[in-house]
């Protein structure tokens, strides 16, 4: 059997409500991980796996953004296409919108909120050759009511599906990966929005095996993160200084500051009488002054941050911290943030501000 022909989508549409307020300036896929925007990760993981026809989905609002970033991203040799979608109106419309650029190919869809930690090659692979319609993955999670939910078989065959279910009949999720043969434009044919009014990529699956169509599972390797909400960015955040973050300093590091563990310091970049903890990755243009700088921090390019301690955080462009009287934490900060001492006591800080945002903290 020759190998079957497969394109890449990639879903950067949406609302992106879990992520606001920084979402109303920035689409949820762009909010960056270790300095890059998720998107990134999700593109570069569909080339390692050898796909170079790549679609991606935008909306009228946030669309042009995320062209201008896939533009910075894009290495040479790969076609990208970029198909609007004119509402958020779910998963499997939005497939069906990218139905004429996918040209009768296999694809995989990649959710562009979704990071993964391992390759897609051996799926991918599996896939190319075997006779399955769609191969699925799935991961055991704490809270199955979130995502789409399996429900398997003792011989591991997947039987039913259903999405965010109030009582779901297992704990494995739905990974924000799939592999469909355009048989799965029929399975959308057949379905009905949802009750969230979105037409779900998970009943599209159900109705495949409803059909009577070859549905494959396979357990999912590697940590596996959604990263729509905080908590999970600032996870998605750890995982990848884990397992990237290499040191490499490109800036200027005083005699009076320590650098421990892995630390990468961007180009232009001052470092003065501070103490950074890796891993650690700040980018180009930023002035780190008497400031400790502690493990799982992600800072972006033009931020100044000095008298303060921050750790466990991600700050977007351009923030400025100084004179905190406690340890900044697991907090995320939007371009342009201004956070500085104010009088009174101090207390802790936890704090997820949006785009340009200013907050006085004693
Ligand atoms: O993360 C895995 C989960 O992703 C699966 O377990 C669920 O079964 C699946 O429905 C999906 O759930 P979410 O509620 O997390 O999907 P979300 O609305 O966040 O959309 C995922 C991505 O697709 C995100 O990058 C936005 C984009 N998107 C979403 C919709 C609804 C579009 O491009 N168009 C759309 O219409």
């Not at 390019?301 to 100084?322: D, P, R, Y």
């Not at 340890?327 to 001492?341: F, H, I, M, V, W």
């Amino acid at each position: 059997m020759p190998s079957r022909r497969l394109k890449g989508l990639v879903l950067a549409g949406g609302k992106g409500t879990r992520l606001r307020p920084l979402t109303y300036t920035t689409a949820k896929q762009l909010v960056p991980v270790a300095n890059r925007p998720i998107l990134w990760y999700a593109l570069d993981s569909l080339v390692a796996a050898g796909i170079d026809d790549i679609g991606i989905i935008i909306s009228p609002e946030t669309g042009e953004s995320i062209k201008k970033s896939v533009t910075a991203w894009k290495p040479s040799g790969v076609k990208i296409t970029f198909i609007v979608q004119s509402e958020p109106a779910g998963l499997a419309h939005a497939a069906k919108t990218a139905e004429a650029y996918l040209d009768n190919s296999a694809f995989v869809m990649y959710l562009g909120d979704n990071l993964i930690q391992s390759g897609l090659l051996p799926l991918v692979e599996d896939f190319r050759k075997n006779t399955a319609d769609a191969q699925i993955l799935l991961k055991p999670v704490e809270n199955p009511q979130a995502f789409g939910v399996a429900e398997l078989d003792a011989a591991g065959q997947v039987i039913h599906l259903e999405e965010k279910p109030k009582e779901p009949k297992s704990n494995m999720a739905l990974v924000g990966v799939y592999l469909f043969t355009p048989v799965v434009f029929e399975a959308i044919a057949k379905i009905k929005p949802s009750p969230r009014g979105e037409l779900e990529i998970t009943d599209a699956i159900q109705m495949l095996i409803t059909m009577g169509k070859i549905v494959q599972s396979h357990p999912m390797e590697g940590w596996w993160l959604d990263t729509g909400k905080k908590d999970d960015l600032l996870e998605a955040n750890r995982m990848v200084l884990d397992d990237y973050c290499q040191t490499n300093i490109q800036g200027s590091v005083d005699s009076q500051s320590q650098l421990r563990g892995e630390v990468e310091i961007g180009v232009g970049t001052i470092v003065k009488n501070s103490i950074i903890q890796g891993p650690v990755r700040i980018a180009e243009n930023c002035v780190i002054e008497d400031a400790y700088i502690g493990p799982y921090t992600s800072i972006a390019s033009g931020c100044q941050i000095s008298k303060a301690e921050v750790e466990n955080s991600v700050f977007l462009e351009n923030c400025v911290v100084s004179g905190l009287q406690s340890r900044l934490e697991q907090s995320l900060l939007g371009q342009g943030c201004l956070l500085t001492k104010a009088p009174g006591q101090p207390v802790g800080y936890r704090l997820m501000l949006g785009d340009h945002s200013v907050a006085e903290i004693g």
